[in-house]
C-alpha cells in the first residue's frame, strides 16, 4: 500500500482544512452580515469553484502559478522556486478547490444566530470584531466544525486539480486519488483496491459526523 | 444626568414623531397598543436605530443630532438593556452572563443574592425558567453601571404570577437606581405601579388622553380579589 500518498493527502486535507477555516470565517461573516453593491456578484464568484470542472480550475491555476503567471513569477522572485509540481502548490489549489465547502456553512451558521443576540453583544460595549469572536464563533461551533469536516473530506477526494497543478511526485505531490489512477493505469487493481478501500470507512465516519453537526446546527 | 430626546422617523404606517424626558432615578413608562412605535423609540434611545431626524442628548453629551450628523455608537452610550427575551448568551451560563461586561464579578455576585438567582450560576439559560432568565438579563444590565437603563417589555413573556413578583423587585430596585428608566409595557397595571411618569405611545405620538379613554375606574369590591397591590382598574375598549 502506498502509505506516503495516503500521508500526503491526510497532510494536504489538514492544511486545507485550517487555512481554510481562518480565511472563510471573515468571507462567511461578510456575506452573512455586510451589505455592499454587488454582494450577489462577489458571493456567485466565491461558489464558483463548485460548479466548475476540477479540470478548469486546474487550467487557470497553471496560467496564474507558472513561470508566466503574476503568482508564479512573484513566488520565483521571492525564493527562486516554482509553485507548480510543490505541496505548497497543491495547497492553494486545495483551498480555492474547497472554498465553497467552508464558507457555505459557515454562512448558514452565522446567519442563524438570532440578531437581537448581536445588538446584545452591542450594548453591552462588544465592537463587531469583538462580538464576532465572543458571541458569533461560539454560537455557531457546530456549523464550523460541519464546514471543516466537509472541506477534509473534500480535499482528501480532489484529484483533477491536483494532477494538474502538482502532478504525481511521490511524498509532494502524488495524493491518494492520483495514486489509485496510476495503479489503475498499471492494472495493479490489488494496489488500487486496498488504497480505494481506506478511503470508505474514514469518509463514511465523517459524513455521518457533518450530518449529527448539521442537525445539532439547526436545532 | 437627564436624559432628553426628540425625535422623528418614518415608519411604515406613520410618522413616529415624539419628545421625551427622564431624570436620574426615575421612570418613564412607554405604553400603547402593539406597533405604536414604543420599541422604536427605545432602539433609538439606545442607538440601534438611527431616527431620521431629531437629536438625542443624555447630561452635556449628543448622543444623536440630525442636524451635526452625530451617532453614537451603542457601545458608546453605555446603556442598560433588557430585552423581552433573548438578552442572554445561549453558550454562557447565568454568571458569564451576568459578568459579561460587568465591572466587578463581586458586584455580580451581589446582584445574584438580590435577585435570587445565585444557586443558578453554572446553569445555562435554557436551563432555568423564564423568571430567572429575566432576573439574570437585569443583573447583566446593571452590573455594567449603566447610565440609562431601557427595559422593553421585559416581563412580557412571563406568567402572571412571576410578572407580578418580578415588578415588585424591580418597583423595589428602582429607589437605589441613579440613571433614568425607560420601561415598555403593553400592560396598563404595570405602567400605574412602576411609572414615575407615563408616556402613552399611540401611533408614534404621545397621546396623553390615550389612558383617559382606555381605563375607568373599578368599584371598590372588585379590588380585595385582585390583591392590595394591584391597582384598582379595568380596561374598557
Known sequence: MDYLALYVTLKLALATTIVLMILAAPVAYLLAYARFPGKSLVEALIYLPMALPPTVIGFYLIILMGPRGWAGRVWEAATGGSLLFTFLGITIASVIYSIPFAVQPMKAAFSRIDRRLLESAYILGLSKRAAFLRVIIPNSVSGIAAAAVLVFLHSIGAFGVLLMVGGSVPGETKVASIAIYEAVEMMNYEAAGLIALSFIPISYAFLLLVNRLNARAGA | ?237
Open chain 2, 1 to 237: 444626568m437627564i436624559l432628553s430626546a426628540s425625535f422623528s422617523k418614518r415608519l411604515k404606517y406613520f410618522n413616529l414623531e415624539l419628545s421625551l424626558s427622564c431624570r436620574p432615578g426615575k421612570m418613564a413608562v412607554m405604553i400603547g397598543p402593539s406597533g405604536g412605535g414604543k420599541t422604536t423609540v427605545i432602539r433609538m434611545l439606545a442607538g440601534l436605530t438611527a431616527p431620521d431626524a431629531g437629536r438625542v442628548v443624555f447630561g452635556d453629551e449628543v448622543w444623536f443630532d440630525s442636524a451635526r450628523n452625530i451617532h453614537l455608537k451603542p457601545q458608546k452610550r453605555r446603556l442598560g438593556y433588557v430585552f423581552q427575551d433573548y438578552s442572554l448568551f445561549p453558550h454562557l451560563n447565568l454568571f458569564d452572563n451576568a459578568a459579561f461586561a460587568a465591572e466587578s464579578k463581586k458586584e455580580v455576585e451581589e446582584l445574584f443574592e438580590l435577585f435570587k438567582i445565585s444557586h443558578l450560576k453554572k446553569r445555562r439559560p435554557h436551563m432555568v425558567s423564564g423568571g430567572e432568565r429575566q432576573r439574570c438579563a437585569i443583573c447583566q444590565a446593571l452590573a455594567r453601571h449603566p447610565r440609562l437603563l431601557l427595559l422593553d417589555e421585559p416581563f412580557s413573556a412571563l406568567d402572571v404570577v412571576t410578572r407580578r413578583g418580578l415588578r415588585e423587585e424591580l418597583k423595589s430596585l428602582k429607589g437605589r437606581l441613579s440613571c433614568p428608566v425607560i420601561y415598555v409595557t403593553h400592560d396598563i397595571h404595570e405602567a400605574l405601579f412602576l411609572a414615575d411618569e407615563i408616556l402613552p405611545v399611540v401611533d408614534g405620538r404621545i397621546d396623553r388622553g390615550w389612558m383617559q379613554r382606555t381605563i375607568t375606574r373599578e368599584p371598590g369590591e372588585g379590588a380585595a380579589a385582585r390583591g392590595a397591590r394591584e391597582p384598582r382598574l379595568s380596561l374598557v375598549y
